[in-house]
């Protein structure tokens, strides 16, 4: 699916007649339309209503799908429905209790006067409420939504749908409860102060859609005062499955990482942190450019070699693009060889099929090389472990795994994939123990 996709399902009743259904496809293509999904609803005499997904990009192509479909003989669209936006109905997430609220003394257990005896303990054993709370395995996502998605700054409302949405793969991917929690706020400071504030309750800190530089500043003095995981995902999350993917695009290749030059285009969240984590694991060199001088001095303190634009293109067998600009690469500026992923989304820096044309010997994307394979799992790990801190060593563990799982000839494996998650969560808290860092986090 492209980033910018609108899928719709559209009702549509056809004549028993042959072809009429391939007329159909015919026009969703000829408007270039993708057609996803056909389903039959009913069966009449005549006519049968089947509801036919499509991916489009724009209300105007719908519109255009919809009058070449009416003008078909035996062909009519009865209704349409945005399926992401019905999915969306009420949100994606809602709290469930774990014990049976039915009679007075289930109330009494669950609420006063028996939580009285919980409290109590906490009290005297502040640990305990890592078992007898649901601290020990919550996690509370944090964002103001000044950088969101491809987006920008659509504010902390708006970014409430894609907070629920990681909090929902926290559920499904590693089995914790995840709360969204979207901040108004007006600097840095009362970002910091205000999860400082609301962090008692979660055993880990996920960190998501904070403006550059922002997000580094939030980051280090939240690391610094809790002792806890704290964990920004579009850093951290993107360079682990970036590193993954790099892991298998260079065996695929025969491309030898301890000597190749990693070129890093942007050094925003996302590029800083994959110069310093590629840079951690032991490639050769690793080149980056971008115009900010701020940015350019984040880039040299993790050890990448600041060059222009020309040079990184001309001289790096791989290029990673995190910059925001879509079609910043063109073709010709390919070199035969080369692997490339351009990250940003909804539009990459040049896209794979083009890259590859160019003489590019793999190419690819944010879509594949998706955050998702990481986070969860690294959190679960850090949790479980107790640690108070995800490191760069556990993000390159779990990034050896996420190659290690990927099925011959794929860069990343599916993230949808919940052994690849248990396999992930393991290895990282075997990476945890091998470090001395089990039980270094505090209630």
């Known amino acids: 699916m492209r ?10 009743r056809l004549r028993h007649e042959p072809g009429t259904l391939a007329l159909v496809a015919g026009a969703i293509a000829e408007k270039k339309g993708l057609l996803c999904e056909i389903e039959t609803i009913r069966i009449l005499d005549e006519y049968t209503h089947r509801e036919i997904t499509i991916e489009t990009t724009s209300a105007d192509q719908i519109a255009a799908i919809i009058a070449a479909i009416q003008s078909i003989e035996g062909a009519q669209v009865i209704s349409t429905r945005d399926r992401v936006m019905e999915a969306h109905q009420g949100g994606k997430l809602r ?12 109330l ?10 919980v409290v109590r303990a906490i009290q005297a054993d502040p640990a305990l409420a890592w078992t007898k709370t649901w601290r020990g395995r919550s996690v509370g996502i944090f964002s103001d939504g000044s950088r969101v ?3 920008g700054d659509v504010g902390p409302l708006a970014s409430l749908p894609v907070m629920e949405g990681k909090a929902v793969l926290y559920a499904e991917l590693a089995k914790l409860d995840a709360v969204p929690i979207v901040l108004a706020v007006g600097s840095p400071q009362e970002f910091i102060e205000t999860v400082v504030r609301a962090s008692p309750g979660f055993a880990g800190i996920h960190l998501e859609d904070i403006r550059s530089p922002d997000c580094f500043l939030i980051e280090a003095h939240l690391r610094e005062r809790l002792h806890k995981p704290v964990f920004h995902d579009d850093q ?5 499955a970036v590193l993954a993917a790099l892991i298998n695009a260079a065996k695929a290749v025969g491309l030898a990482l301890d000597f190749a030059r990693i070129g890093v285009i942007g050094l925003g969240a996302a590029g800083t942190a994959i110069a310093a984590l590629v840079g951690r694991y032991g490639v050769g060199q690793v080149l980056a450019c971008d115009p900010n001088p701020e940015a350019s001095a984040r880039g ?8 222009d634009l020309e040079t990184l293109l001309a001289q790096a067998h791989v290029v990673i693009a995190a910059t925001g600009v879509p079609g910043l690469i063109k073709p010709e500026q390919i070199q035969r060889g080369q692997i490339v992923f351009a990250l940003s989304n909804p539009g990459p820096e040049v ?21 998702a394979l990481a986070f969860p799992a690294l959190m679960r790990a850090a949790i479980e472990t107790r640690t108070r801190a995800i490191t760069s060593d556990m993000m390159i563990v779990a990034a050896q795994t996420i190659a290690e799982q990927a099925e011959p000839g794929a860069l990343v494996p599916s993230p949808l994939d919940t052994n690849l998650h248990d396999a992930i969560a393991h290895a990282v808290a075997r990476c945890v123990v091998a470090a001395g860092a089990v039980d270094t986090a505090r209630p």
Request: with cysteine.
């Open 3 to 12: 980033s910018d996709s609108i899928d719709t399902v559209l009702e549509v």
């Open 95 to 106: 709290v469930s209790s774990r014990l049976p609220l039915k009679t007075n003394r289930d």
């Open 108 to 117: 009494r257990t669950i609420y006063t006067p028996g939580v009285a005896q």
């Open 149 to 151: 998605l491809g987006l």
């Open 236 to 240: 951290h999350g993107t360079a682990t």
């Open 300 to 307: 040299v303190a993790v050890g990448a070699c600041l060059v």
């Open 351 to 371: 896209e794979p099929k083009l890259a590859l044309a160019a003489g590019a010997a793999l190419a690819s994307d944010g879509r594949a090389i998706n955050n």
